[in-house]
């Protein structure tokens, strides 16, 4: 089992990146997936999620209107369109994989995200 995040790096504030992660090893389309980030001293917190099917989303209130998830079953794919950025949003993004009905729970190894001037 691999999820492999690419797409991190350094941006102005007002910029945007476009992180993906690429799964692989498992019955992607049967799990939800989510970006989750943590900046430094911080505990890691749920960004964006969207369902196995892609046709529900949810995000957090702080990125709400800025971020959006999508995902493509069939190249086993989840992205986070960034844009907008902010100071805040500087931390390592990470991608995580839930079965929709079993215990199974991956994650990836992070990519880093730097909104700096």
């Known amino acids: 089992v691999q999820l492999v995040e690419s797409g991190g790096g350094l941006v102005q504030p007002g910029g945007s990146l476009r992180l993906s992660c690429a799964a692989s090893?498992?019955?992607?389309?049967?799990?939800?997936m989510s970006w989750y980030r943590q900046a430094p001293g911080k505990e890691r917190e749920l960004v964006a999620f969207?369902?196995?099917?892609?046709?529900?989303?949810n995000y957090a209130d702080s990125v709400k209107g800025r971020f959006t998830i999508s995902r493509d079953n069939a190249k086993n794919t989840v992205s986070l369109q960034m844009n907008s950025l902010k100071l805040e949003d500087t931390a390592v993004y990470y991608c995580?994989?839930?079965?929709?009905?079993?215990?199974?729970?991956?994650w990836g190894q992070g990519t880093q995200v730097t909104v700096s001037s």
């Open positions: 995580r994989a839930q079965h929709r009905t079993r215990d199974f729970d991956y």
């Open positions: 969207i369902t196995s099917a892609g046709d529900r989303t």
């Open positions: 090893g498992f019955m992607f389309s049967s799990y939800y």
